[in-house]
């Protein structure tokens, strides 16, 4: 299976509204890369008070989508689900730059690559661009750990 509808993401991400920024994943290559979509809307909760005058959305968001895509990407080629006793946290964040402003009806669209799983750390590259403009991209860092009982 190459793309994912919500319902499927919903499967893989245990995240949901107001925190799923993720919509579809248009392409999935297991074990490699993984291309998503996040549309951008101005019925967002953030762009209440990031900026009233000019809303854009917040770089950790952006940051925040792209981890998503990567978890969808580890859960996918791990065959696993998110279940109730482990979780895949965001451990690390690299080189993150942000280039251009993401702005309500902007379609962000994100796309990460394993560059290596060494003892359950799985690194990634991942981009976010607006059109053909890179927007934000930076090296993510991801871990699957048991929640405590």
């Not at 809307?41 to 854009?56: A, L």
Request: charged share 20%.
């Amino acid at each position: 299976m190459n793309s994912m509808d919500i319902h499927q993401i919903f499967q893989h991400l245990p995240h949901r509204y107001p925190f799923l920024l993720i919509d579809r994943v248009t392409e999935c290559i297991l074990g490699e890369s993984l291309t998503a979509i996040k549309n951008v809307t101005i019925n967002e909760p953030f762009f209440q008070g990031h900026f009233p005058h000019r809303p854009i959305m917040p770089g950790v968001l952006i940051l925040e989508a792209m981890a998503q895509a990567t978890g969808v990407l580890a859960f996918k080629t791990s065959e696993a689900q998110p279940d109730n006793h482990s979780l895949y946290y965001l451990v690390g964040i690299d080189n993150a730059r942000f280039k251009q402003p993401v702005e309500p009806g902007d379609q962000l669209l994100i796309n990460v690559k394993l560059i290596r799983m060494t003892r359950g750390v799985w690194k990634y590259t991942a981009t976010s661009h607006v059109e053909d403009k890179l927007a934000a991209s930076a090296e993510l860092m991801c871990m699957k750990r048991d929640i405590p009982t």
